[in-house]
């Protein structure tokens, strides 16, 4: 055998490193088990999938389950729900944690920038089931915001999430309330890192302090800025599934039913796992594509990810 | 401590006057910003001590507790149902941080070292991140393995957080390669380098990802609703989803439908004060994490 062949030295590696390789033998068992073994899973979407049966005895329906996807009278509303839902967050959620940074890094008193810090990070630990709770108990009939947006409209409370209409505003509002200080801290430290003197050289240039924001601070910002709006539109038919659970009934279904609660109800709660992976299979070779496609117009401007 | 953090805050100069009076608008922004943040708990944690009475009747802003009682954390203790599930959630932290930790500290020290196959491992891991089986494939290899109803199904399937794992691996790559050769050379054997060498160096970053273990193990709750049966495995998120979403309270024996005050009364209180139970150690944890986001979060989205 060749001495220097991969596997020869491979070999002498792992001979060398035996217990690192043996400490990381349960890790990638672990990974194997519970990330690998799934995969094999999303092949259900083409079967009648009876998990007693296995694959072997269930029938192979090839795209049956996507055309009834498609077909369904839900495919519209869902589809519908999904993408405006991420539409509306690209416009409104995923702009707030910048525009804080900024607001932040124009504030020269280092004792305020800290409280409104420390205030505005304490949201994102708090657990989706209380946030969900405190939104219920806002927003019920008697609450504080349905009496808020009564006074403002003038008609009588009730409560907000009975009404579909309302059902992006709460979702979009209390998403930006959560997560709006957490989601700053990596554009204000990049903020922290831009090189004063640029703002020196553009004093001497005679620009005034919204100049300098434009000019100076905007331009050094955006390689991050790109970064997680490819990542965030990766992620263009997930609406994360537990605040959607969480948040839906029967009369905001119209506007709250998501990909993710459907795959959920029809795949879990209605024992058709082939149907249910179906959907869910559908909507990550979108959400790749978006991610894909994005990155492609970002590689342009040599900002991609790859 | 105070003092000297005091201390080294740079004082701004502010040399136009226009400058001043943006400055001061701006922070009113900020921290108007901030109190809206804070408000909510607050809400909830003056609800949770005041007469009830006034907090049903009470339709606009809850600035300050109004007749203090503190009838709804007694009632809660002499809940069995909400005793349980409470005593259910220190388990599931206790064990599922110890099993998460093992497994992140030992994938994140021999990703840090240089073993040839590295390279792979990190790739097969990083993928993961990315892709997934989904929901219903993972219920099903769940399933398969004996685990539904089994409590250990809301611990053994989240052993590493891969984030939490790159984070850490990249404190570990920080310690100086010198360090670990020359207590090699001594001897010491590799888990001993590991602990007692590598891991009291980087001892605020693990402390970090154990908080973030932490505030994960305790804060989740889909899990225990997708595998679990029995309600006396229910963690505290669950119940808290039954009593403030679904508005039901007939599981813990409290009265569902009578209408008579008092039943209400008790019914308002328990959704308040368990609310504040299932925040508190959030709210206890938070001083400690926050000051390390900065650094923390950074390290790891920088170098990843």
Known sequence: ?306 | MKEKAKNKVKTHKFVYLSDLIVNIVLSVIAVALGLLCLYPVIHTLWASISDPVYVRNNKGLLLWPVDVTFEGYKLIFQNDGLVISILNSIFYVVFGVLYSMVFTVVAAYVLSRKLMLNGIFMKMIVFTMFFSGGMLPFYLLVSNLGLINSRWALILPYAISPWNMIILRTAFKEVPAEIVDSAELDGAGTLRVMVTICLPLIKATVAIITLYYIVGAWNSWFPAMMFLRDRDKFPLQLIIREIMILNDTSNINIDNITQSEEVLNNRQLIKYCSTIVAMLPMLVIFPFVQKHFQEGVFVGSLKA
């Open chain 1, 1 to 306: 055998m060749n001495k220097n062949s991969y596997f020869a030295r491979l070999k002498i590696d792992i001979k060398r490193k035996k217990v690192e390789y043996l400490l990381f033998l349960p890790v990638l068992i672990y990974f194997i088990i519970f990330c690998y073994v799934p995969l094999y899973g999303i092949f259900m979407a083409f079967f009648d999938y009876v998990p007693a049966l296995g694959f072997a005895g269930s029938e192979y329906v090839g795209f049956q389950w996507f055309s009834l996807f498609f077909d369904s009278i839900f495919f519209g509303r869902i589809m519908y729900n999904t993408i405006m839902l991420n539409v509306y967050s690209i416009i409104f959620v995923f702009p707030a944690p910048i525009l804080f940074a900024l607001l932040l890094y124009e504030i020269k008193t280092k004792a305020v920038v800290k409280t409104a810090q420390i205030l505005t990070y304490l949201p994102v630990f708090i657990s989706l089931v209380v946030v969900c709770g405190i939104i219920v108990d806002f927003c019920k009939v008697d609450g504080l915001i349905s009496n808020i947006m009564a006074t403002i409209t003038g008609e009588a409370a009730k409560d907000l999430l009975d009404d579909a209409n309302y059902y992006f505003p709460i979702y979009l509002i209390s998403d930006i309330w959560q997560n709006m200080g957490f989601s700053s801290i990596v554009f204000y430290a990049a903020l922290c890192r831009v090189d004063q003197d640029l703002y020196d050289a553009a004093k001497i240039d005679g620009a005034g302090r919204f100049r300098q924001l434009i000019s100076v601070t905007i331009p050094s910002i955006l390689p991050i800025i790109t970064v997680m709006f490819i990542i965030r539109m990766g992620s263009m038919l997930n609406v994360g599934f537990e605040k959607a659970y969480l948040l839906k009934r029967p009369l905001n279904a119209e506007r709250s039913e998501v990909i993710a609660t459907f795959v959920y109800d029809r795949g879990l709660k209605g024992n058709n796992y082939g149907y249910g992976t179906a959907v869910g299979l559908f909507s990550a070779v979108i959400n790749f594509a978006f991610l894909w496609v994005t990155n492609f117009f970002a590689k342009k401007t040599e900002n991609g990810l790859w």
